[in-house]
């Protein structure tokens, strides 16, 4: 009796161990429009001091705290294109209908003056704007080692408003934001 106690307190606590978050971002987006039409979202994640000090020691090969040309492109194939498997973490539905993501352009980063790194990339759509267009951006990491900040921030549109604007949990660590936009009057 004594062993099965100590198998099932171990199994308890060793899960424990393993249910937080290995890593943080601040995450922000940007609706890309053009003509009437959503033409993609611009996604920008700050990541934690721990990943930015891996990203950094791995590709900054020339210790300048920049990256140049050669260097994202390492990031990207090193430390981003991977996620590309969990959906680069990242559910989009509009009107309702939940958007396929075919991929990412326009890959970017960045090392701030704190040493932090800055993921910018952008997530192809083609959405009409008719009177208001019904958004909910979901970040989560369905391996459950990424945590995203609760304060996303959308960046304001020209011409364009966010309206009932209301952000919640998602999934284990992850975050929903449920939005409309529309054109100003």
């Given at each position: 009796?004594?062993?099965?106690?100590?198998?099932?307190?171990?199994?308890?606590?060793?899960?424990?161990?393993?249910?937080?978050?290995?890593?943080?971002?601040?995450?922000?987006?940007?609706?890309?429009?053009?003509?009437?039409?959503?033409?993609?979202?611009?996604?920008?994640?700050?990541?934690?001091k721990w990943w930015s000090e891996d990203v950094i020691n791995e590709c900054d090969k020339n210790n300048d705290n920049l990256f140049d040309e050669k260097e994202t492109q390492l990031i990207y194939e090193d430390f981003f294109i991977?996620?590309?498997?969990?959906?680069?973490?990242?559910?989009?539905?509009?009107?309702?209908?939940?958007?396929?993501?075919?991929?990412?352009?326009?890959?970017?980063?960045?090392?701030n003056s704190d040493k932090i790194v800055t993921y910018i990339f952008v997530i192809p759509i083609e959405v009409?704007?008719?009177?208001?267009v019904k958004i909910s951006l979901a970040f989560n990491d369905e391996t459950i080692y990424t945590a995203f900040d609760k304060n996303v921030v959308l960046k304001n549109i020209t011409g364009y408003a966010y309206k009932n604007l209301k952000i919640t949990n998602?999934?284990?660590?992850?975050?929903k934001i449920d939005f409309t936009i529309a054109k100003n009057k």
């Open positions: 009796m004594k062993y099965i106690l100590f198998i099932t307190a171990f199994i308890f606590f060793n899960s424990l161990a393993y249910s937080h978050p290995h890593l943080f971002i601040k995450s922000s987006s940007d609706f890309l429009i053009k003509d009437n039409f959503i033409k993609g979202i611009k996604i920008s994640w700050t990541w934690d991977g996620i590309e498997d969990f959906n680069y973490f990242t559910e989009i539905t509009i009107n309702n209908k939940k958007i396929k993501i075919a991929g990412v352009k326009d890959f970017k980063a960045f090392i009409k704007i008719e009177d208001e998602y999934s284990y660590y992850g975050v």
